[in-house]
């Protein structure tokens, strides 16, 4: 069956939506990939050609194919191509519970960062960030005052991490914070795969007012080799329609309230 036109967007987002085509299906067609998207074959040979610098795929004639699997965890675009919609949906839940004039502390991942995006252009106050590219997405703000942890910065997701950035969240006190999770479990709380950004985001919660975990139904009942703290250390944790219910109430059974982004919430 021929796939409809897409609607417009992004050229990040068409670039993250090709990655997981071609995930799918190892080969695409420059020729199909403009027509799906209604942009010029050459708009899409310079995706392909962004995408083949990130170690994405390999360039063959009249289209591209898939790079061989790594033996590394995802990195920035592959974590955000996966479940994007149910991502956006969350970040629109989470940008709704925002007021003006708040500061706002945005952790690094996929889902954060699109919480940043999904904030309403009336926004107005201060954003405590910790990866470069959400900080670059708020500086062009009218009335967004914008501070970027110190730190190291990691290759891939350019987010910063070290003992740099965690003296740099000891110095602020936040309204809400908005971090990611690898896993949210009953018993184990908040963990992360990632070792080096705990520290930083244990330095968030401590001087949130609010904390919001955004994790998609996947997380929930996983747990991941680092805890980060007990769920009765977060205010809420915001999941997608997709979450079972039976995940759902068993954090809720902890006493931490669980705000499920309704279908259609999506970023247009």
């Known amino acids: 069956m021929k796939e409809e036109l897409l609607d417009a967007v992004l050229p990040e987002e068409r670039r993250l939506r090709i990655a997981a085509q071609l995930r799918r299906d190892t080969r695409v067609r420059v020729e199909d990939l403009a ?5 010029s074959g050459e708009t899409i040979r310079r995706d392909l050609q962004v995408l083949e610098e990130r170690g994405i795929l390999r360039r063959v004639y009249g289209g591209a ?4 699997a790594r033996g590394w965890e995802p990195g920035a675009d592959e974590r955000a191509i996966a479940r994007l919609d149910p991502k956006r ?28 995006r999904a904030l309403p252009a009336t926004f107005s106050g201060r ?5 470069l590219p959400t900080a670059a997405e708020l ?8 501070h970027l942890a110190g730190g190291q910065v990691r290759r891939g997701d350019l987010a910063c991490v070290g003992s740099g950035s965690e003296r740099f969240f000891e110095r602020f006190f936040a309204d ?10 009953a018993k184990a709380g908040v ?11 244990q330095a968030i919660l401590a001087q949130a007012a609010e904390v919001y975990v955004l994790a998609d139904a996947a997380k929930l009942g996983r747990v991941a080799v680092g805890r980060v703290c007990p769920l009765s250390a977060v205010t809420a ?9 039976e995940a759902i109430r068993a954090l809720e059974q902890t006493g931490v309230r669980v705000i499920v982004a309704p279908v259609g919430s999506e970023l247009d």
Do not use: K, M, W
């Open 237 to 245: 944790v915001v999941t997608d329609a997709g979450a079972e219910l």
């Open 89 to 116: 949906a969350i970040a629109a839940a989470a940008a709704a519970l925002v007021e003006p004039g708040e500061t706002l502390v945005f952790d690094v991942g996929t889902t954060v960062a699109e919480t940043a």
């Open 127 to 131: 954003a405590l960030c910790v990866a």
């Open 176 to 185: 809400r914070a908005f971090v990611a999770a690898s896993g949210v479990h």
């Open 139 to 146: 500086a062009g703000r009218e009335g967004v005052e914008v």
């Open 35 to 39: 027509a799906r998207y209604g942009v």
């Open 65 to 68: 194919v898939a790079q061989e």
């Open 191 to 201: 963990t992360g795969e990632n070792l080096e950004e705990i520290p930083v985001r």
